[in-house]
């Protein structure tokens, strides 16, 4: 098992910041949740997300809106008896509160704890959620949920502050 994940976020245009209480971190799950790998004797399939109920497809191109979310949460708890090291991370987006089925936005752990989503449609509000995942596959449970509102049109000169954070997703035809 890894440890819990607090969830910050801001979103493009807006600059809004949402710290999440932290009366809502999750505590340990009692089971560990298993990802998906494939291993041989001669070589590795890379390490890849768990879906949570959803199709797992990660959007391919970003949103006409020129929005972007950038993330940030906490790293997961320190290596211990109770907890593995946490090789990366999995971020999912749902379209409403506490939704079952969130789409995955990285096929891939992701290494850090800062990233941008840039595949967000204008006028929606999306809910991220974070897993951690060791190298064996074992999951952390689901960390609090970070609301992101986007506005409804384009600026023509976004500033975001950290907009240089990297893709969560695997850029799509290497852009």
Known sequence: MVGCIVVMLQTGC???????NPASIPQPAETPRHAET???????VPLVCPTLGSSGEAPATPAEGKHRVILSWKASAPVDSKHAAAMGYCIYRGVKHKDPSPELVNS?????TRCMDDVVQN????????????????TSIVSNEAPASIPAHS???????????PLCREPANGK
């Open 38 to 44: 494939i291993s041989g004797a001669s070589s590795s």
């Open 123 to 138: 006028d929606k509000k999306y809910y991220y959620v974070v897993r951690a995942i060791s190298a064996k596959g074992v």
């Open 155 to 165: 600026q023509t000169n976004p500033t975001v502050s950290g907009a240089s954070a």
């Open 14 to 20: 807006t600059s809004s910041r949402v710290t999440p």
């Open 108 to 112: 891939m752990p992701f290494p850090g």
